[in-house]
């Protein structure tokens, strides 16, 4: 389920709780992961620390663990989303992605579209995702589109990249602007 947090925790610096370990585990994680919504009042010595903490959250299982994603993502499975409110091409589509750590979005199944298309605002625009033409359709991570588990409607080619809407792969000249759907792996907890 998905929950976001916010904390605010009180400790001294010696002799910290297991819960505060975690935290401070929680804190380096989001430094690693970029995510900016975190203020803290340092500690020295034997003073108060205080921390807050605003994150998304998802437990799968006791088993599994949690996942973390930033704020504004959606997650699901382990996978972190990320959908635009503004309009571009493909190329610049791409490259916003890339510059937030991420790559434009590459379903694995239907499943993962349903829970997309389930999300979206408006499922009924066009989204780029991380499908072009290139000598045969390709994904932005280099493989290629296994036609058995997706159809593509219509079957364009040339100067053509993939969308999402209403659930299906379309394609659509690369050159529309377009919203667009960025990806990245959750981080582990």
């Given at each position: 389920h998905l929950s976001v947090l916010l904390v605010n925790l009180s400790c001294t610096c010696r002799g910290v709780s297991r819960l505060v370990s975690s935290l401070l585990c929680l804190t380096l994680l989001l430094h690693q992961t970029g995510l900016n919504h975190l203020s803290f009042l340092g500690c020295a010595g034997d003073k108060v620390a205080s921390w807050w903490l605003?994150?998304?959250?998802?437990?799968?299982?006791?088993?599994?663990?949690?996942?973390?994603?930033?704020?504004?993502?959606?997650?699901?499975?382990?996978?972190?989303?990320?959908?635009?409110?503004?309009?571009?091409?493909?190329?610049?589509?791409?490259?916003?992605?890339?510059?937030?750590?991420?790559?434009?979005?590459?379903?694995?199944?239907?499943?993962?579209?349903?829970?997309?298309n389930r999300n979206l605002q408006k499922p009924t625009r066009y989204f780029w995702i991380g499908l072009f033409f290139e000598k045969g359709w390709t994904w932005v991570n280099s493989s290629h589109l296994d036609p058995s588990r997706f159809q593509l409607n219509p079957q364009a080619e040339g100067r053509s990249c993939g969308v999402i809407r209403e659930g299906r792969i379309s394609t659509i000249n690369c050159s529309a602007a377009l919203q667009w759907i960025c990806q990245k792996e959750a981080t582990q907890l």
């Open positions: 605003t994150v998304v959250l998802t437990c799968l299982s006791e088993d599994e663990g949690c996942i973390l994603c930033p704020m504004n993502w959606m997650s699901h499975g382990t996978k972190c989303y990320w959908v635009s409110h503004e309009l571009s091409r493909w190329n610049s589509s791409r490259e916003d992605c890339v510059n937030q750590g991420g790559q434009l979005m590459m379903p694995e199944d239907q499943k993962e579209l349903d829970f997309i």
